[in-house]
């Protein structure tokens, strides 16, 4: 299968299976989308404080040419397709390492690894299956964005440094690599726009 190298390396970031968690969820993601809601103190009395998503405001995008304007407009599907991954990628492996500091022992931990790599490989087959190669890529850098790390870091701390370099030998065949950083000042500037515009909602 030609992505599988992504399905693995969605396993190895994720590390926490959905439905053992019992968390329905469905062949098309959302952005995870936060509105906080406190109370604040004013002239002795307590009023509503509801924080918002910040709003991006910047100059609309100009195009030399149509197929300028297509390339982006392909880029702004790509990452409303690809970043609630990434999202959930950030979430399930903050639960998962948790969970993991409970267990008693290595053996117990490996185990549960193992078993996690398993439904997770099951259970996003399908979605990862519709990926072509540049939403791949575009996955792992916004995993490096989500997490903090690089793809190839998560999977050696968690599957070991074999699987690791297997795992990016592998995506090397079809042009990817789990070392891939994300660089919003530089050649990810135009994706960083994008994904404060779809977290903001503005997208």
Same mark, same amino acid.
């Given at each position: 299968?030609?992505?599988?190298?992504?399905?693995?390396?969605?396993?190895?970031?994720?590390?926490?299976?959905?439905?053992?968690?019992?968390?329905?969820?469905?062949?098309?993601?959302?952005?995870?989308?936060?509105?906080?809601?406190?109370?604040?103190?004013?002239?002795?009395?307590?009023?509503?404080?509801?924080?918002?998503?910040?709003?991006?405001?910047?100059?609309?995008?100009?195009?030399?040419s149509e197929r300028a304007r297509a390339r982006y407009n392909r880029m702004v599907a790509n990452v409303k397709y690809v970043f609630p991954m990434a999202q959930l990628a950030k979430q399930t492996l903050i639960e998962t390492y948790? @969970?993991?500091?409970?267990?008693?022992?290595?053996?117990?931990?490996k185990e549960h690894i193992a078993r996690v790599e398993k439904g997770v490989k099951e259970q996003y087959t399908p979605l990862i299956k519709k990926m072509s190669r540049s939403q791949g890529k575009l996955l792992v850098k916004l995993i490096n964005r989500e997490c903090g790390q690089t793809s190839f870091d998560m999977v050696?701390?968690?599957?070991?440094?074999?699987?690791?370099?297997?795992?990016?030998?592998?995506?090397?065949?079809?042009?990817?690599?789990?070392?891939?950083? @994300?660089?919003?000042?530089?050649?990810?500037?135009?994706?960083?726009?994008?994904?404060q515009m779809v977290e903001a909602g503005q997208l």
């Open positions: 299968m030609q992505k599988i190298w992504c399905v693995l390396l969605f396993a190895a970031c994720a590390l926490q299976s959905v439905r053992a968690a019992g968390v329905a969820v469905s062949d098309t993601l959302q952005p995870i989308v936060y509105v906080h809601v406190n109370r604040a103190f004013y002239q002795g009395d307590s009023i509503p404080n509801v924080t918002l998503h910040k709003f991006i405001c910047a100059a609309p995008m100009t195009f030399r948790d @969970y993991l500091q409970t267990l008693p022992d290595e053996k117990s931990r050696k701390a968690f599957l070991g440094p074999l699987r690791a370099n297997f795992y990016q030998i592998f995506a090397g065949l079809y042009g990817n690599s789990l070392t891939k950083k @994300y660089d919003p000042e530089g050649e990810d500037r135009y994706t960083e726009r994008i994904v």
